[in-house]
């Protein structure tokens, strides 16, 4: 066993700790915080992200690493990529329209794969999207990430930043595939025009998030609205049903 005496934490969330270590290669160790041990729902969903990790082998997510930490609290490993976050991408105003395409087409792309293993992401922000130098499209942190169909879950405490979540999500309401396929139109949006859709902050932004107005398309050429539209629709019985009939409105824009 090893412990993380090379490793520096690097990021804080709610619950865990991110830790950029050296093994045989650079690795991110996920570290449940030792206050959050006993606490069976932040545990349940812990391992259940871990299990996920350890089991998605997808081109577009970083692949598990198996080390043997000298650690009492639970954790797992990762691959470290060398990349860009997409928000930082979205700030400096360097992502052209043709990248923004690129970016979306890959991300529904997993979503197929995600669908068919019946994940449903639930977190898919500018934060969680690496992009490496090679404009390889990266998905990370499936902290929100479940199983709705199989567990036949209505609701989930555990939901994406309220900036970013579906209606239906910040409603309390069932949420499904099509709960990520908001997610992406909302980052579509805002790669096409460099703001959010949702501009709320804090309890605004959920309530924004529950009751969303009608975008703003005006500053976006007319070829993307078919897309955008089938993405954002309130309704998650109007919205666009697959990530595949997604794919094909992208694929058909002249």
């Not at 970083?62 to 990762?78: E, G, I, N, R, S």
């Not at 449903?120 to 992009?131: E, K």
């Not at 404009?135 to 199989?150: A, E, M, T």
Request: net charge positive; glycine share 6%; charged share 20%.
């Amino acid at each position: 066993m090893t412990t993380l005496e090379n490793g520096k934490c690097f990021y804080s969330g709610s619950t865990a700790n991110l830790y950029k270590v050296r093994f045989d290669k650079l690795t991110i160790v996920k570290i449940l915080r030792e206050e959050y041990i006993n606490n069976q729902a932040a545990l349940k969903r812990f391992m259940q992200e871990k299990s996920i990790v350890e089991k998605l082998r997808l081109h577009n997510v970083p692949h598990p690493v198996f080390v043997d930490l000298a650690t009492k609290q639970p954790y797992f490993a990762y691959e470290y990529i060398e990349g860009t976050h997409l928000n930082k991408l979205i700030q400096s105003n360097h992502i052209s329209q043709l990248c923004s395409i690129g970016i979306i087409r890959r991300l529904l792309i997993l979503l197929i794969s995600f669908k068919d293993a019946g994940l449903v992401h639930s977190d898919i922000t500018p934060d969680n999207i690496l992009l490496d130098s090679n404009g390889k499209v990266f998905l990370i942190d499936f902290g929100c990430s479940d199983f709705p169909l199989r567990t036949n879950m209505t609701t989930s405490t555990w939901i994406s930043k309220y900036t970013y979540c579906s209606p239906e999500q910040a409603q309390g309401k069932r949420w499904s595939f099509q709960s990520d396929l908001y997610q992406v139109g909302s980052l579509f949006y805002e790669m096409l025009c460099g703001q959010r859709i949702n501009t709320g902050q804090g309890r605004e932004a959920l309530a924004m998030a529950a009751n969303p107005q009608q975008p703003e398309l005006l500053t976006i050429p007319e070829k993307y609205w078919p897309v955008l539209m089938a993405l954002l629709e309130p309704k998650i019985e109007k919205r666009c049903g697959s990530p595949c009939d997604a794919l094909i409105l992208l694929n058909n824009i002249p």
